[in-house]
C-alpha cells in the first residue's frame, strides 16, 4: 500500500481520560517539532565541526527480562547508561519479518502479475510495534570473507531451498552451518566457470569497464558473491517468496541484497545506472506483456550496458527437452526474444553456450527513430526516468539524455573520483561540491573509527548510508572489507544516479516506511542528517503513534532496521 500523504494521526476518544490525553499529545507534538527544528538549525551532520559530542555511536544490546517473553532494549546515549528504553519482544513467528512484503498479508491483493508480492506496507493501525526476535541458537555471522561460503545455520534456519535445489547445489547443510558451493541452475560447474565464461563474452568485465551489476531472481547470490572479487558491484534482487529467505541468505553471506520483483512498479533505481544486467533463468516472463520487463531493464542499464541472459531460450537447440516444451517452441521464443530487443535498440553482442549477451545501443539514431506512437513508442517526458519510488512501469523506451549520448564512463576505480554530468542536475550540485563532500567524509570516517574500531576490520561488513548525496561516506571506505547500500531519500532531490555513476550502489526509499530486507542484515548504520533533513515529515510519519508515546514512535526504525550483532551506529 502506496503511503498515504493525508495520512492522520488517531483521534483520542470521548470525555474522560481520552480528552485529558489530546492536551498531552499536543504539547507532545510541540515539544517534538521544536527540538526537530533545533535540530535543523544546528545539525553537527551538516557542519562536522568533529567535538565529543559531534558523532553518537549507539550501542544496541537486548538483555532478557523476566517478565514474561518481554525484551529490554537498552539505548545507551555516550554509554552512561540514561534515557534507557525498553521494547516488548515479537512472538517467535516474526523472526523473519518483512513488515511491507509479508506473506500473511499477500491475499488481499490481486494476482495480476505476481503484483501482490510487490510492496504493500501495513496501514498504520496494523503496524507492529514490537522488536522482531532472533531465532532460538541465533549467534554473530561468520566474518567476512569467511561468510561467503558458509553461515549458521540457526542464523538463517530454512530448509526448503536445501531440499528443493540439492541437485543443483545452490547450499548445502552440513552440521551447524550452511555452506554455499557456488551452484545454481544455470552453472552446474560451479559460479566461478560461469562467471569466467560470461567474461570471455564480455571483455568489459576484466578492464573495469563494467563495475555496477542488477541480477534479477538472484536465488542465494552466488553471482554476485563471485563478483565482487572482479571488482563488480552487484544488487542482487528476489522477491518473498516460496524459496525461503534468499536475499537474507545472501546478506547473512555479506552480499548486497534487497527485496524487490519486476512486475508493476518500477524497481527504486534510476535510470541509466546500471553497466549490466542478469537473468540466469529467473523465470520473469521477458516477452509477454509487450516486452515492458524488457523496457525496465532498457530503462536502469546504461547506453552501452549489457544485458545477461542464460536459460531457456538461449541454447534452445540443446536444452529444449529438459524444459518440458518442444524446439519449434523454443524458437519461436528466443527469435520474438531477439526482434523485441532490437527494436529497443539493442544488439546482440555475443552468445556461446547457455550464455547470450546483448548491449544497450550507444547510437543517438535508434532512439531518434522512435516517437511515442511507434511500437515501441519512446518514452515522452511527462514522468521522471530516474524517478523510481511507487512509479509504475510504462510500455516505452527511455532514450538516454542528450548529454549523456555516446559519452563512456571512466573506467574503474578511476571514475569513483570523477563527477559525472548528472551531478549537475542535483540542486546546488557540481565538481566542487561533490569533490568537497568527499574530503569531509574522508574526515568523518577517520573520527568514526576512532569511535569505533570494528569499521574497517572484519567485524563490520553490511553497512547503510541512510541519507546520503553523493555517497562520500561510501567513497570513503571503499579500500575496507565492507559494502554500503546508499539510500536517497525518495521526497528530497534525487541524487541516485550520481552514486551510481561513480560505481557505487543504492536505493531510493521512504522513511515513513520499512527498510526491503529483512531482520538482522545491517552491521552498521549510518544516519547523517536523516532525521533533520525529515523533520518536515514528522507529523506525517509518527503522528499515528505519539500518543502511544516515543519508545513506539522510535520503534518504527528499529522495527524496519533489525541490526544482525550487537553493535551499530548512527
Known sequence: MKYSKEAKPERAGG????????????????????????????????????????????????????????????????????????????????????????????????????SFMERHCPPPPERAVCLVPPPR????????????????????????????????????????????????????????????LMA????????????????????????????LARNILTVSLAPRDNHEA??????????????????????????????????SR?????????????????RVLRPGGFWVLSGPPINY???????????????????????????????????????????KSLDAGCYDKLTPVTTPAKCDDSVDADAAWYVPMRS??????????GKALPKWPQRLGVAPERVSVVPGGSGSTMKHDDGKWKAAVKHYKALLPALGSDKVRNVMDMSTVYGGFAASLVKDPVWVMNVVSSYGPNSLGVVYDRGLIGTNHDWCEAFSTYPRTYDLLHADGLFAAESHRYVMCCCPHIQQGRSQVANRLSLALQMRDEVCAC
Not at 152 to 162: A, L, T
Open 15 to 114: 470525555g474522560g481520560a481520552g480528552a485529558r490525553a489530546v492536551p498531552v499529545a499536543l504539547m507532545l507534538l510541540l515539544l517534538c517539532g521544536f527540538s526537530f527544528y533545533l535540530g535543523g538549525i544546528y545539525s553537527t551532520g551538516r557542519t562536522f565541526t568533529f567535538s565529543s559530542t559531534t558523532t553518537s555511536i549507539i550501542p544496541i544490546v537486548s538483555t532478557a527480562k523476566q517478565e514474561g517473553s518481554a525484551i529490554a532494549l537498552a539505548i545507551a546515549r555516550n554509554g552512561n547508561g540514561d534515557d534507557e528504553v525498553e521494547f516488548s519482544e515479537c512472538p517467535a513467528d516474526y523472526q523473519d519479518y518483512t513488515p511491507c512484503t509479508d506473506p500473511k498479508r499477500w491475499r488481499r491483493y490481486g494476482n495480476y502479475r505476481l
Open 137 to 196: 541458537g541465533y549467534k554473530p555471522p561468520i566474518r567476512w570473507p569467511k561468510s561467503k561460503d558458509q553461515c549458521w545455520y540457526r542464523n538463517v534456519p530454512y530448509d526448503w531451498i536445501n531440499s528443493q535445489k540439492s541437485n543443483q547445489h545452490w547450499l548445502r547443510k552440513d552440521g551447524d552451518r550452511f555452506t554455499f558451493p557456488g551452484g545454481g541452475t544455470m552453472f552446474p560447474n560451479g559460479v566461478g566457470a560461469y562467471v569466467d
Open 200 to 227: 570471455d563474452l564480455i571483455p568489459g568485465m576484466k578492464d573495469g569497464s563494467v563495475r555496477t551489476a542488477l541480477d534479477t531472481g538472484c536465488g542465494v547470490a552466488s553471482w554476485g558473491g563471485d563478483l
Open 246 to 279: 534468499q536475499v537474507q541468505f545472501a546478506l547473512e553471506r555479506g552480499i548486497p541484497a534487497i527485496l524487490g520483483i519486476i512486475s508493476t512498479q518500477r524497481l527504486p533505481i534510476p535510470s541509466a545506472s546500471m553497466d549490466m544486467a542478469h537473468c
Open 282 to 298: 529467473c523465470l520473469i516472463p521477458w516477452t509477454e506483456f509487450g516486452g515492458l520487463y524488457l523496457m525496465e531493464i532498457q
Open 317 to 359: 537447440e540443446n536444452r529444449w527437452h529438459g524444459w518440458n516444451t518442444t524446439v519449434e517452441a523454443q524458437k519461436a521464443d528466443f527469435d520474438r526474444l531477439k526482434k523485441m530487443l532490437a527494436s529497443m535498440c539493442f544488439r546482440l553482442y555475443n552468445k556461446k553456450g547457455d550464455i547470450a549477451v546483448w548491449q
Open 396 to 405: 516505452c523506451v527511455t532514450a538516454p539524455s542528450p548529454k549523456s549520448r
